[in-house]
T-cell receptor, first 110, second 116 residues
Framework: GQNIDQPTEMTATEGAIVQINCTYQ??????LFWYQQHAGEAPTFLSY????GLEEKGRFSSFLSRSKGYSYLLLKELQMKDSASYLC???????????FGKGTKLSVKP | KAGVTQTPRYLIKTRGQQVTLSCSPI?????VSWYQQTPGQGLQFLFEYFSETQRNKGNFPGRFSGRQFSNSRSEMNVSTLELGDSALYLC???????????????FGDGTRLSIL
């Protein structure tokens, strides 16, 4: 079957670093995406990994290990505006559709 | 550059009715996907259209259907509405041509559908 797991909620302090993990089991794999979704808003694209390793984009980095079915999103120098849900999604369907995890709600405290 | 536009933003219906939601993709995008988002299940894939053809479908009953027009605009229809259909319906468009390309999907703000 298709399964993507992420923690439901996380809390972190402003200025700190937080790592959001994602594990997946899918019938296929063509890449992994991270999206950010603020309450009441559309998900916005953050990062994409298809090869093993770390992709860095400013304060956000994403890591992938295909052999372990594992990814994480690393957020540095946390700001209050980073309070949002973070969605892990795998391009793993038979015809390339995205399969989403249920999301991790991150709360950043002062 | 205009983003993905979904109308209406909010909709209230009663059980048994039917509803049509509309999505205008980013100019030039030909792939349009629809998702249902609920607190319990997260984002679930409904279907994808490309060049007026449905090329991918999720595990939803036949009450959920869609279509795409020649200008890439898409509509989604739900018939015989049930209480469990209350959700945020999101549309996303992308540049991807092949189903396996990894072009990021760009989401609209969604239509929040409430069934009474």
């Amino acid at each position: 079957g298709q399964n993507i797991d992420q923690p439901t909620e996380m809390t972190a302090t402003e200025g700190a670093i937080v790592q959001i993990n994602c594990t997946y089991q899918t019938s296929g794999f063509n890449g992994l995406f991270w999206y950010q979704q603020h309450a009441g808003e559309a998900p916005t694209f953050l990062s994409y990994n298809v090869l093993d390793g770390l992709e860095e984009k400013g304060r956000f980095s994403s890591f992938l290990s295909r052999s372990k079915g594992y990814s994480y999103l690393l957020l540095k120098e946390l700001q209050m505006k980073d309070s949002a849900s973070y969605l892990c999604a795998v391009n793993g369907g038979s015809q390339g559709n995205l399969i989403f995890g249920k999301g991790t709600k991150l709360s950043v405290k002062p | 550059k205009a983003g993905v536009t979904q109308t209406p933003r909010y909709l209230i219906k009663t059980r048994g009715q039917q509803v049509t939601l509309s999505c205008s993709p980013i100019s030039g995008h030909r792939s349009v996907s629809w998702y249902q988002q609920t607190p319990g299940q997260g984002l679930q894939f409904l279907f994808e259209y490309f060049s007026e053809t449905q090329r991918n479908k999720g595990n939803f009953p036949g009450r959920f259907s869609g279509r795409q027009f020649s200008n890439s605009r898409s509509e989604m229809n739900v018939s015989t509405l049930e209480l469990g259909d209350s959700a945020l319906y999101l549309c996303a468009s992308s540049w991807r041509v092949s189903g396996k390309e990894n072009q990021p999907q760009h989401f609209g703000d969604g239509t929040r559908l409430s069934i009474l």
